[in-house]
């Protein structure tokens, strides 16, 4: 496999190196000339929902200049690739990701700035922030809006070498796992690149490279900003992901103009289902070189200028049709979302506690022989389950371990899989440990138990998932 230079590249990574398309450039040289309007304003509340929406998730971006995100709402993602993820963020990215102000921070006017910089020794860094929530998914029948007001760095020409924004989202399994793309799903809302007058929107899946998906370049589409460039204007970028269609749906605007769109019959039923059947979290970045931009002309070099900031004026997630994307209620439990261990039903022998591990909140802990965990309600849909992986930390003195265990329907029966934990080097220590397990479809109430040969706590469990 290689990429659009023709340098070989690894496969297993979080995002694409997306290739450029012959007609995809030849916009880009139409867009290069765009008229520039007046910019409209700089900041505008989160507007209110249309009639039939409901309002799941919203953040205007209101507070001092200088101060950091609402960490109720955001969580930094830092340095240059998830822990134990690949390299580089898996895109080539050179940018060391920081939650420092000076790369991620509020305007004062009711903006997010997100800063790329460069120090003297030639080194980047810049910012991304991811939400917390990662349900964010169509309700059966209904649909979902993610929408943003951004503007994209107003940097054009050789001195835009290199930017990367984006505006997108990840299917819930990666989160913790950082090797299952593209299967698990990728709907980029808004990219853009080199400072052109031109923004992509894009949907990955299936395989890598190739595929059902036509990976790495993904299905995808693009369109110029009209009135006022990308660059010199904010616009408003959406995507809606509608199943109250005969075959589902996942439209992209721009301004409110439709411009590309992705059908669940464009691919096979099981390639669908793997990447849509579970919840999404939302990102907000900006790289500096990858893939992307190399396809585009490459960057950043030393005529790149640092210091030009995509604004974001709000983020928002509407639903409309059955039951919204609020945290699933008790028996209602997508399995293919993170179940955080503390939202159990019923338990044994375990407390919880604060937890220092990425997102924050808290873990369950005190987990030794005997103990167990109920999860009513779990929902495994008709593509069966055949892989478990859960969120765990030891701090386990020499010889102690035991086994997490996930049965279903009641705690006599059988586990359906299991994996073994020692010392992860402490109590808050996180790993993501994967097993497999016994195909699952269907609803289930699902039961973690723990099982040691001797009597000590053992581990301490932050959430779990499933997939396919």
């Not at 059908?263 to 970045?285: C, K, M, P």
């Amino acid at each position: 496999m290689r990429d659009t230079s023709g340098t070989p590249r690894m496969l297993r990574r979080p995002r694409p190196l997306r290739r450029a398309l012959l007609a995809v450039v030849s916009t880009l040289a139409l867009a290069a000339g765009a008229a520039t309007a007046a910019s409209p304003s700089a900041s505008a509340s989160v507007p209110p929902p249309p009639s039939g929406w409901t309002q799941v998730f919203a953040d205007d971006f209101d507070g001092p200049a200088g101060s950091g995100v609402n960490t109720s709402n955001w969580q930094y993602a830092t340095g240059k690739g998830y822990p134990g993820g690949p390299a580089n963020w898996g895109t080539g990215e050179i940018e060391t990701m920081t939650s420092s102000t000076d790369n991620v921070s509020l305007d004062g006017s009711g903006n997010l700035r997100i800063t790329p910089r460069r120090d003297a020794s030639g080194n980047w860094t810049s910012g991304r922030i991811e939400t917390n929530r990662t349900d964010f998914q169509p309700p059966a029948g209904g649909k979902l809006r993610v929408e943003s007001r951004i503007q994209v760095p107003n940097v054009t020409g050789a001195a835009a070498k290199g930017y990367w924004p984006a505006f997108w989202m990840l299917g819930a399994p990666y989160r913790g796992n950082y090797w299952n793309w593209p299967a698990v799903g990728e709907l980029d809302i808004m990219e853009n690149t080199q400072g052109n007058n031109t923004v992509f929107a894009t949907m990955h899946c299936g395989t890598s490279p190739g595929g059902p998906c036509n990976e790495t370049s993904g299905i995808g589409g693009s369109t110029t900003c009209q009135g006022t460039t990308c660059q010199a204007g904010f616009h408003t970028y959406r995507m809606e992901w509608d199943r109250s269609t005969s075959v589902e749906e996942i439209r992209f605007y721009l301004d409110g103009v439709n411009y590309h769109t992705v059908r669940e019959n464009q691919v096979d039923a099981t390639t669908w289902s793997n990447a849509t059947d579970h919840g999404f979290y939302i990102i907000l970045n900006v790289a500096m070189g990858g893939g992307f931009p190399d396809a585009f002309g490459g960057g950043p070099d030393a005529g790149t200028q640092p210091g030009h900031s995509m604004l974001v004026d709000y983020v928002q997630v509407l639903s409309s049709g059955g039951g919204g994307t609020t945290p699933p209620p008790t028996g209602n439990r997508d399995a293919y979302s993170a179940i955080q261990a503390e939202s159990y039903d019923a338990q044994s022998g375990v407390m919880t506690e604060s937890t220092s591990d990425s997102g924050g909140g808290q873990n369950v802990g005190a987990l030794a022989n005997g103990d167990w965990l109920q999860f009513k309600g779990v929902n495994f849909g008709s593509n069966a389950a055949r892989q478990f992986s859960a969120r765990v930390a030891s701090g386990a003195g020499a010889n102690i371990s035991g086994l997490v265990e996930v049965r279903l329907d009641s705690r006599s029966n059988a586990p359906i899989g299991s994996f073994a934990v020692g010392s992860t080097g402490g109590w808050q220590s996180w790993r993501t440990i994967p097993a497999n397990i016994s195909n699952v479809t269907g609803t289930h109430d699902v039961y973690l138990t723990f099982t040691s040969g001797q009597p000590a706590d053992f581990v301490n469990v932050n959430w779990f998932t499933f997939g396919h």
